[in-house]
C-alpha cells in the first residue's frame, strides 16, 4: 500500500504538542525474528515490501523472498571479515546500507545489487562511519565518529531532490547555543524528513525530526529537537504518514519503544519477551509494521517485529474464527492467529471484498501457496499479494493460505498475542 | 500476523472467518487449482484419485497419488506447466503429504 501523505510543518508542531500527554491505545503483538543459527541478531529496518537489513554473529543479512541471505561477498581486498559487516537500512528497490569493519574504523556501504559502493564522511577528523538508512530516492542518512563523539550527516550520491549533492551536515543545537556532541540521524522517507537522536553536555538526549521542505511549511528551522515526557529519547524510524518510532525512557524505567503519531505518543514493551535491557524500535513501515530488537538480561540481542492494531477473533464456531471489525479501503488489517496450517479466508455477509494478502515472517520457511479460485500464487512472508492486480480487478471473496510447515510448531487454536 | 486489505464497498465490516484447513479440503483446493493446468486432465485426475483414497482411510494409495502427481508436475515444470505455478502445486502437495502422514 503507497502512502503519500505529507508531513508538514503545521502537523509535525501538532504531534510534538501532542506528544506529552496524548496516549493513543492500541493493541500491538510482538513477534521474535532471529537470524538461524545466529546467537544474537540485530534487526534494523523494515522495508514496506517485506525486507529486511540485519545484523548477527554470522555476518549481515537480508531478509528477502522467503529466505535469509547473506551479504554478497566482499569485494577482494577491502580487509574486511565478512563478520564485521552488517546490514542497517534497506530501501523498497532493495538497496541496503551498512557498515563494515573493526568498531572503531568502519567504513559504510550502499550496496546495490552485488556492488558495494564503499564510503567515509571527513576521514580526516572521523576514524569511522556509519550508513543508517535509505530512502527510495537514494538518500543515506549516518553519522561519522571518532572518539568526542559523532556528527550526522545526509548523503546524496545521487544528487537526488531536497538536498544538495554530497554531504549536508546535521547539527543540532539546543536554544541555548550547546551543540550535539553526538548526532545519529536514521530513518528517511519518500520526502527526506528524517529522524534521529542528538546529545547534549549538559541536556542528555533529544530526538529530532528534520525536514527539507521547512520554508514551504512555513517553520522557521529544519530541524525539531523534542523529548517524550521531558525523558530520554531516540526517534528512529519515520514512514510516510509521518508515524514515528523509536525508544525512550519516557516511562520511568528503562529503555521502551515508542510509536508517535499525531494523536501522541504511546510506549511500546513486549511483556512476552524478555527486554530487561531495552526495546529498541528501529523502522516502521508504510503498513505499519515496526522492526527493531530486544536485548533480554544477559545481554544479548534478538530481533522482532511488532504488528499494530491486531486483530482477535471474537469467537470460535465449527473450528472457523469468527471476526467482527470495522475496516476501510486499502487499511491493513492484521489477523491472529497466524495461519498455523492452512486457513481458508472468507468475509462474510455484505463485506467489502480482499484486495490483498501479505503473509508472515519468520513462520517455518516462510513460503506459502495461495490459492484462489482454482489459481495458485507462490509468496514469500513479507511479500504482498495484491489481488486487484494478479487476474481480480474487484478483489477476492475467499482465499485459502497453505504451507505452513508443521514443523513450526504454530498452535492454530491458540490467537494469545506474545 | 497476516495482513490483509479490503476494497471500497460493502458495509466497511469484516465479519468473516477463518477456517482451518484439513487435507480433504486442501486437496479439494489443489485439485481446483490444478484443473486446466498441463495437458489434458491428467493431473486433476490424480489428485481426484488422491481424494478418494483419502476419503476411504488410504494412506497409502493417497501417497501414491501424490507421489505421481508431483513427478508429472516437476516433469512438465517449465513446459507444459510454468515454472512458479509448478513450484506452488508441487509445494502444497509436498505439504499434504506431511498432513496425511506419507512416509
Given at each position: 500500500?503507497?502512502?503519500?501523505?505529507?508531513?508538514?510543518?503545521?502537523?509535525?508542531?501538532?504531534?510534538?504538542?501532542?506528544?506529552?500527554?496524548?496516549?493513543?491505545r492500541?493493541?500491538?503483538?510482538?513477534?521474535?525474528?532471529?537470524?538461524?543459527?545466529?546467537?544474537?541478531?540485530?534487526?534494523?529496518?523494515?522495508?514496506?515490501?517485506?525486507?529486511?537489513?540485519?545484523?548477527?554473529?554470522?555476518?549481515?543479512?537480508?531478509?528477502?523472498?522467503g529466505?535469509?541471505?547473506?551479504?554478497?561477498?566482499?569485494?577482494?581486498?577491502?580487509?574486511?571479515?565478512?563478520?564485521?559487516?552488517?546490514?542497517?537500512?534497506?530501501n523498497?528497490?532493495?538497496?541496503?546500507?551498512?557498515?563494515?569493519?573493526?568498531?572503531?574504523?568502519?567504513?559504510?556501504?550502499?550496496?546495490?545489487?552485488?556492488?558495494?559502493?564503499?564510503?567515509?564522511?571527513?576521514?580526516?577528523?572521523?576514524?569511522?562511519?556509519?550508513?543508517?538508512?535509505?530512502?527510495n530516492?537514494?538518500?543515506?542518512?549516518?553519522?561519522?565518529?571518532?572518539?568526542?563523539?559523532?556528527?550526522?550527516?545526509?548523503?546524496?550520491?545521487?544528487?537526488?531532490?531536497?538536498?544538495?549533492?554530497?554531504?549536508?551536515?546535521?547539527?543540532?543545537?539546543?536554544?541555548?547555543?550547546?551543540?550535539?556532541?553526538?548526532?545519529?540521524?536514521?530513518?528517511?522517507?519518500s520526502?527526506?524528513?528524517?529522524?534521529?537522536?542528538?546529545?547534549?553536555?549538559?541536556?542528555?538526549?533529544?530526538?529530532?525530526?528534520?525536514?527539507?521542505?521547512?520554508?514551504a511549511?512555513?517553520?522557521?528551522?529544519?530541524?525539531?529537537?523534542?523529548?517524550?515526557?521531558?525523558?530520554?529519547?531516540?526517534?528512529?524510524?519515520?514512514?510516510?504518514?509521518?508515524?514515528?518510532?523509536?525508544?525512550?525512557?519516557?516511562?520511568g524505567?528503562?529503555?521502551?519503544?515508542?510509536?508517535?503519531?499525531?494523536?501522541?505518543?504511546?510506549?511500546?514493551?513486549?511483556?512476552?519477551?524478555?527486554?530487561?535491557?531495552?526495546?529498541?524500535?528501529?523502522?516502521?513501515?508504510?503498513?505499519?509494521?515496526?522492526?527493531?530488537?530486544?536485548?533480554?538480561?544477559?545481554?544479548?540481542?534478538?530481533?522482532?517485529?511488532?504488528?499494530?492494531?491486531?486483530?482477535?477473533?471474537?469467537?470460535?464456531?465449527?473450528?472457523?474464527?469468527?471476526?467482527?471489525?470495522?475496516?476501510?479501503?486499502?487499511?491493513?488489517?492484521?489477523?491472529?492467529?497466524?495461519?498455523a496450517?492452512?486457513?481458508?479466508?472468507?468475509?462474510?455477509?455484505?463485506?467489502p471484498?480482499?484486495?490483498?494478502?501479505?503473509?508472515?515472517?519468520?513462520?517455518?520457511?516462510?513460503?506459502?501457496?495461495v490459492?484462489?479460485?482454482?489459481?495458485?500464487?507462490?509468496?514469500?512472508?513479507?511479500?504482498?499479494?495484491?489481488?486487484?492486480?494478479?487476474?481480480?480487478?474487484s478483489?477476492?471473496?475467499?482465499?485459502?493460505?497453505?504451507?505452513?510447515?508443521?514443523?513450526?510448531?504454530?498452535d492454530?487454536?491458540?490467537?494469545?498475542?506474545? | 500476523?497476516?495482513?490483509?486489505?479490503?476494497?471500497?464497498?460493502?458495509?466497511?465490516?469484516?465479519?468473516?472467518?477463518?477456517?482451518?484447513?484439513?487435507?480433504?479440503?486442501?486437496?479439494?483446493?489443489?485439485?481446483?487449482?490444478?484443473?486446466?493446468v498441463?495437458?489434458?486432465?491428467?493431473?486433476?485426475?490424480?489428485?481426484?484419485?488422491?481424494?478418494?483414497?483419502?476419503?476411504?482411510?488410504?494412506?497409502?494409495?493417497?501417497?501414491?497419488?501424490?507421489?505421481?502427481?508431483?513427478?508429472?508436475?516437476?516433469?512438465?515444470?517449465?513446459?507444459?506447466?510454468?515454472?512458479?505455478?509448478?513450484?506452488?502445486?508441487?509445494?502444497?502437495a509436498?505439504?499434504?503429504?506431511?498432513?496425511?502422514?506419507?512416509?
Open positions: 500500500m503507497a502512502h503519500s501523505q505529507r508531513f508538514p510543518a503545521a502537523f509535525v508542531t501538532a504531534l510534538l504538542l501532542a506528544a506529552s500527554p496524548g496516549h493513543v492500541a493493541d500491538y503483538v510482538c513477534q521474535p525474528l532471529d537470524v538461524p543459527g545466529a546467537a544474537w541478531t540485530q534487526v534494523w529496518q523494515l522495508n514496506s515490501t517485506g525486507a529486511v537489513a540485519a545484523g548477527s554473529d554470522l555476518g549481515g543479512r537480508v531478509y528477502s523472498g529466505g535469509w541471505l547473506p551479504l554478497p561477498p566482499l569485494p577482494a581486498g577491502s580487509g574486511f571479515a565478512s563478520s564485521e559487516v552488517a546490514a542497517l537500512g534497506i523498497d528497490a532493495g538497496v541496503t546500507v551498512g557498515v563494515a569493519g573493526p568498531d572503531t574504523s568502519q567504513q559504510a556501504f550502499i550496496l546495490s545489487g552485488s556492488t558495494y559502493a564503499f564510503f567515509s564522511y571527513r576521514p580526516d577528523l572521523y576514524t569511522g562511519t556509519e550508513a543508517r538508512a535509505i530512502s530516492s537514494g538518500l543515506v542518512t549516518g553519522v561519522a565518529y571518532n572518539q568526542d563523539g559523532g556528527t550526522g550527516f545526509v548523503y546524496n550520491p545521487s544528487a537526488a531532490p531536497r538536498f544538495a549533492a554530497g554531504y549536508t551536515e546535521i547539527v543540532p543545537t539546543l536554544p541555548d547555543g550547546t551543540v550535539a556532541w553526538r548526532t545519529i540521524p536514521n530513518g528517511i522517507n520526502a527526506g524528513q528524517f529522524v534521529g537522536s542528538a546529545d547534549f553536555n549538559p541536556g542528555g538526549r533529544y530526538g529530532f525530526l528534520y525536514d527539507p521542505d521547512w520554508r511549511q512555513g517553520a522557521s528551522k529544519p530541524l525539531t529537537l523534542f523529548q517524550l515526557d521531558g525523558a530520554y529519547t531516540a526517534p528512529r524510524g519515520i514512514d510516510n504518514a509521518g508515524r514515528i518510532v523509536g525508544f525512550t525512557r519516557a516511562g524505567g528503562g529503555i521502551v519503544g515508542f510509536l508517535l503519531t499525531a494523536q501522541g505518543h504511546q510506549l511500546i514493551t513486549c511483556p512476552g519477551l524478555d527486554a530487561a535491557n531495552g526495546l529498541y524500535l528501529e523502522s516502521i513501515n508504510d503498513s505499519g509494521v515496526i522492526s527493531g530488537m530486544r536485548t533480554d538480561a544477559a545481554g544479548v540481542n534478538h530481533g522482532l517485529l511488532i504488528f499494530p492494531d491486531v486483530t482477535l477473533p471474537v469467537t470460535s464456531v465449527d473450528g472457523a474464527f469468527v471476526f467482527d471489525a470495522a475496516v476501510s479501503p486499502s487499511t491493513p488489517v492484521f489477523l491472529d492467529p497466524e495461519p496450517v492452512g486457513y481458508q479466508y472468507a468475509i462474510g455477509e455484505g463485506n471484498l480482499f484486495t490483498s494478502v501479505t503473509l508472515p515472517i519468520g513462520v517455518g520457511d516462510d513460503v506459502y501457496t490459492l484462489a479460485q482454482g489459481r495458485a500464487f507462490h509468496l514469500a512472508g513479507g511479500q504482498r499479494l495484491d489481488f486487484t492486480q494478479s487476474g481480480f480487478p478483489g477476492l471473496a475467499s482465499f485459502a493460505v497453505m504451507g505452513i510447515e508443521k514443523s513450526a510448531g504454530v492454530a487454536n491458540d490467537p494469545t498475542p506474545s | 500476523m497476516t495482513e490483509v486489505t479490503f476494497g471500497a464497498g460493502g458495509n466497511g465490516r469484516f465479519t468473516g472467518t477463518m477456517t482451518a484447513l484439513t487435507p480433504a479440503s486442501e486437496l479439494a483446493d489443489l485439485a481446483a487449482a490444478a484443473t486446466a498441463g495437458p489434458g486432465q491428467s493431473l486433476v485426475t490424480k489428485l481426484r484419485r488422491a481424494q478418494t483414497a483419502l476419503a476411504a482411510g488410504d494412506v497409502t494409495g493417497t501417497c501414491a497419488a501424490l507421489g505421481t502427481f508431483v513427478a508429472e508436475v516437476s516433469a512438465q515444470a517449465g513446459k507444459h506447466v510454468g515454472a512458479m505455478l509448478a513450484d506452488a502445486l508441487v509445494a502444497e509436498h505439504e499434504i503429504e506431511g498432513a496425511v502422514g506419507c512416509p
